[in-house]
């Protein structure tokens, strides 16, 4: 232990640094900082001298030595004054306190007999004359105590085994008491004065003849009654309880060295409970002791893994009306070896303090059963640990205790530890955990956190004389010390302390009646308070070594403890404007002068919050490149603006070209997204400079940035040319200062630089910078996007790169499809260099939905022009203004859903004369029409819009009928509306299994035609060259079931005859 004492003496000379530990976990150190957490303390006016302490309810609860009386004490009032106080049935080994319920339970001890006791409604003991009811569990008293409230009520427990220890569940009310080798459960059951009266037959008239007395009292008509239900029973053969916790279903038990957590979960399944086999093995095990002296080796079980330690837990059913079933996971086991701490005898090596501690996070209400984080507690005299128990089991921190620890106690902020003489808080983590939890950013780009394993550390502690036992409300710590005689190690132990370098508050006197006795309330300082200590703590630092370790984590702890406040006043505010809180039933989180300081001080711990972050941003944009990327989220939570970062990353006049890692990284970041911020032109030139300074490589990303759009033109220039002077020429900054001499308006040194390269090569360079011609889209497919002005120059001189870099910017999925043609919209090219890019895209794109939409979307275009091109109005408003950068016949040779036009189309079309956009709009549909990949029943309601009247609309109309296989009805329109084209139609449609349509339709139809209009030349020569065809296929006799019975002979006898001379030859 002196060595220890040794070791933080030099550490508080130095103002911090870290202490290795001494157990084998290893990464764990503990960090020495010179803050103090304390801002008063007082002394209760015990009237004797105190036993036992426990607070909760904005109460102090003591126990006189020996005696049979417990004293309340206010501890929401200046002074502590008395509330109340009682007498208890027998001597008082244990005391605990519900906040669910506002009831007491304690271990009594009479005539050698073990008892546990519920006290009820004990505030009403104001006047210490008030009457006190006593009944068993389960049994409700008749009288004052049901329907007026004015009684204390003690309820008796009884058990089958002899109690060891008590929790209460400070969620649910609930009670756990440890026994030999059980564990029992009992459930807080509450009923309201109106159920009881009905269900005891009473007299509503008695109800008025008693008043309510005593702090805190309730209206009558609103009081409940309190009781318990035992419904679970958990054998543990194997492990005899010293300690037990209980929280929202995690059920923690504590032996002399061993801790086992379990998760209790009921269902309402009806299942048959499985008793484990080891069960039957407890009395064998017990007799092994006997025989045996066993030391058990260190064991640590997470998880999954607890289940196979050895000590076995059985559940019994007790609850008469509970249907319900309950099922027991392992979460946790350890297991520490008497030899495997140092500085302690193996008598000494106990455990103690174990805790199970919910956290509620800031969208989440107190009264939520299950809370956002759960940790467990529990310390050895040397050392501490601390777990987390939900979302799988973590070791968050070993604490390293210079000294014997008597007692500690878990919060929010810090963990209290006491030793025989001295006060002492730790920094937890358990703000850490639930932020990650809370906000699912941590951990991005947005958002930052420390981490849960970051290093703990000891604040200044505070001297006092016989320390015996701790407790925590709220703010105020309760110490017990009792020093009436000085052990013979104490000298030496003060002589050691008053060594130390640290700057501590002196140890208390005992009070003037000269007892050696006292009970401490110990506020301590507000959060923003010490983080404003922190604060001034870490500036030490930053004149001497801005880059300590030690800084950054004295400025992590003040980020750890402004969070855990925000956590805990958001809930307090949203609990306190949704919640009555009733002061017999209490569910107050804290001290009611803390719910109140936490609406006011919200906006004041926001402003904390966001200078730490911009301390923390400071430093690590001057940190190492492991963890610079941590700059941004810091800076983006801290608010504020680029201009005032760069101003605070501005480099040494002795290193002027020395910029953070950190800091680049987050101006880079700044850059590269898409944001509506404009910087100022000053703001933009040193922006241009330091990345010339520091990455002259990312000066085109930064000139392309929406951002930089205000930066002065002539000295990027000049910038610019000198790196590629040094760097050589590359495609995408020359693209950069062509951009610049647009912004000079010097066009023809532009024109000169874009013709350095290719136009395939400057595509490649838009690949590589796409924001060189569009700016937003970062968001995915709904972000807005808007053209640069080198986009608006393209479309008006070179349309076709444009295009191209379009279609290259899509398929490099730089770009969505939709994004594409808003930016079309904006440059008021809606219906020409849109439609050349969606052609464009047709021939590159190999998706089938994006091939499908561009079909439907090109057929509709093409349709409206042919429709909008029947009336000059319409012609003057919708038509493309330009010639369209691809030609049908060009679609028709590189584009694979271009068909080529059928040549029955030609000679429908030969006499058709119209304008050459007209002429370009049909060709491009039928050729659509004609080929492949487009759907006739996508594009068939369209159709429905043009009429058959026109030749090139019948044509239309025709391809549709022949593409769906109506090639009848497509044989019958034809004859009718162009009987010349027929002959071709057949010859290219009536092929391979449509070839017996010739005979089958044609013929008959021609013969038909031909016979009402003997002198029609046109269907002479098409029945004639039908003729010829269907003699080649069929056979002579085929071929004279065809002849119709009033054709003549001389004029189908020669196509017989050839017939015949084929079918001759053939045989």
Request: charged share 20%.
């Amino acid at each position: 232990m002196k060595e220890w004492n040794e070791k933080w003496s030099r550490v508080a000379a130095n103002g911090g640094a870290s202490i290795p530990p001494v157990s084998n976990k290893g990464p764990d150190m503990v960090h020495v900082y010179n803050c103090h957490p304390f801002a008063s303390q007082q002394i209760v006016q015990v009237g004797q001298e105190p036993g036992l302490v426990c607070c909760g309810g904005g109460a102090l609860f003591v126990v006189a030595t020996g005696g049979c009386k417990v004293e309340s004490y206010s501890l929401e009032r200046e002074g502590c004054p008395l509330i109340c106080r009682f007498a208890t049935m027998g001597t008082v080994k244990s005391i605990r306190h519900s906040t669910m319920g506002d009831y007491l339970v304690t271990i009594e001890e009479k005539n050698s007999a073990t008892y546990l006791r519920a006290y009820t409604n004990w505030r009403y003991q104001a006047e210490e004359k008030s009457r006190v009811g006593v009944r068993l569990l389960g049994h409700l008293l008749r009288g004052a105590s049901v329907w007026g409230g004015v009684q204390m009520e003690i309820i008796e427990i009884p058990l089958s085994e002899r109690p060891v220890a008590v929790a209460c569940c400070p969620i649910t009310g609930d009670l756990l008491v440890g026994c030999e080798n059980t564990l029992v459960l009992f459930t807080l059951r509450t009923q309201n004065q109106q159920n009881l009266q009905s269900q005891q037959n009473l007299q509503s008239s008695w109800a008025n003849t008693h008043q309510s007395s005593g702090q805190g009292q309730t209206s009558n008509q609103h009081l409940s009654i309190l009781d318990f239900e035992r419904c679970v029973i958990l054998h543990l053969p194997k492990m005899t309880p010293k300690q037990v916790a209980l929280c929202g279903g995690y059920v923690a038990v504590q032996a002399e060295l061993e801790v086992l957590i379990l998760k209790l979960e009921t269902t309402s399944e009806l299942k048959p409970l499985e008793e484990s086999s080891d069960t039957n093995k407890s009395a064998d095990y017990l007799d092994d002791q006997v025989d045996f002296l066993l030391i058990p080796r260190h064991q640590e079980l997470l998880g999954d893994r607890a289940k196979d330690c050895d000590v076995p837990v059985s559940i019994e059913k007790t609850g008469l009306e509970d249907r319900r079933q309950y099922s027991l996971s392992y979460l946790l086991f350890r297991r520490f070896s008497p030899e495997f701490f140092q500085g302690c005898s193996v008598e000494e090596t106990q455990l103690h303090s174990l805790q199970l501690y919910p956290m509620h996070t800031g969208n989440q209400s107190v009264s939520v059963d299950d809370p956002a984080c759960m940790f467990c507690f529990f310390s050895l005299p040397t050392a501490g640990y601390l777990y987390s128990l939900k979302g799988g089991v973590e070791l968050l921190s070993t604490y390293q205790y210079p000294e014997k620890v008597l007692e500690a106690v878990l919060t929010d902020h810090l963990l209290h530890v006491i030793t025989k003489s001295a006060l002492q808080c730790f920094t937890v983590r358990c703000a850490a955990v639930a932020a990650r939890i809370e906000d699912p950013y941590i951990d991005t780009t947005m958002r930052a956190c420390p981490p849960s394993s970051l290093d703990v550390c000891a604040l200044r502690m505070q001297l006092f004389i016989g320390l015996r036992s701790v407790c925590v409300y709220g703010r105020h710590v309760i110490l017990l010390s009792t020093a009436d005689t000085e052990t013979p190690e104490e000298p030496e132990r003060s002589t050691q302390r008053r060594g130390l370098k640290w700057t501590i508050s002196s140890a208390k006197e005992p009070s003037s009646v000269g007892h050696g006795w006292n009970v401490y309330v110990v506020d301590t300082v507000s959060p923003l308070t010490l983080y404003q200590e922190m604060d001034e703590y870490s500036q030490r630092y930053v004149e001497t070594n801005p880059q300590a370790q030690s800084h950054r984590h004295l400025l992590s702890e003040a980020h750890l403890l402004l969070r855990a406040s925000l956590i805990q006043t958001s809930k307090q505010q949203r609990d306190s404007r949704g919640e009555t809180v009733a002061s017999l039933q209490g569910d107050t989180d804290g001290p009611a002068d803390e719910i109140a300081s936490a609406e006011t001080d919200g906006g004041e711990l926001d402003g904390a919050f966001r200078q730490n972050c911009a301390l923390l941003g400071d430093s690590f944009s001057r940190g190492s490149q492991k963890d610079c990327h941590l700059a941004l989220p810091y800076y983006r939570m801290s608010g504020l603006s680029v201009t005032e970062i760069m101003s605070r990353n501005r480099p040494h006049p002795s290193s002027p070209h020395s910029f953070g890692p950190g800091f680049l990284f987050y101006l880079k970041h700044f850059l590269l997204e898409e944001t509506d911020h404009i910087l100022s032109q000053e703001a933009a030139d040193e922006v241009i400079h330091i990345f010339s300074q520091s990455e002259p490589s990312m000066l085109v990303s930064v000139c392309a940035s929406p951002a930089m759009s205000r930066v002065s033109a002539d000295r990027t220039l000049q910038i610019l040319q000198h790196l590629e002077d040094t760097a050589g020429v590359s495609v995408p900054m020359t693209i950069t200062m062509a951009t610049m001499m647009l912004r000079l308006d010097d066009l023809p040194q532009y024109t000169q630089l874009m013709e350095r390269h290719a136009e395939m090569m400057l595509v490649y360079g838009f690949i590589e910078e796409p924001r060189l011609l569009l700016h937003g889209g970062g968001g995915g497919q709904n972000a807005h996007v808007r053209p640069t002005a080198l986009s608006r120059q393209l479309a008006n001189s070179q349309p076709g790169l444009l295009v191209a870099a379009m279609v290259a910017l899509h398929e490099n999925n730089k770009v969505q499809l939709e994004q594409v043609d808003h930016i079309f919209k904006e440059l008021s090219c809606a219906n020409s260099l849109q439609v050349d890019f969606w052609e464009a895209m047709l021939m590159a794109s190999s998706q089938e939905a994006i091939i499908q939409e561009l079909l439907f979307r090109l057929s509709s275009v093409y349709i409206d022009r042919l429709t909008n091109s029947e009336t000059q109005s319409s012609l003057t408003l919708t038509t493309p203004r330009r010639r369209s950068l691809k030609s049908a016949d060009d679609l028709i040779n590189s584009c694979s859903h271009y068909g080529a036009l059928y040549p029955w189309l030609t000679v429908l079309s030969h006499a058709h004369t119209t304008s050459p956009q007209h002429q370009e709009a049909l060709h491009k549909l039928q050729s659509l029409l004609c080929g492949p990949s487009l759907s006739v029943g996508s594009v068939a309601p369209l159709l429905e819009r043009l009429s058959e009247e026109t030749v090139w609309g019948f044509s239309l109309h025709l391809l549709c009928t022949t593409r769906r296989g109506q090639y009848g009805q497509s044989i019958e329109k034809l004859l009718d509306r162009c009987p010349q084209a027929i002959i071709a139609f057949a010859n290219h449609q009536l092929q391979d299994k449509h070839m017996a349509l010739w005979w089958q339709k044609l013929l008959p139809e021609l013969c038909k035609r031909t016979r009402a209009s003997p002198d029609n030349s046109i269907l002479l020569a098409a029945l004639k060259e039908t003729l010829v065809v269907v003699a080649m296929e069929m056979s002579p006799a085929e071929f004279l079931e065809l002849i119709p019975d009033d054709g003549a002979a001389s004029y189908f006898l020669p196509h017989l005859l050839t017939c015949s001379q084929r079918h001759l030859l053939a045989n």
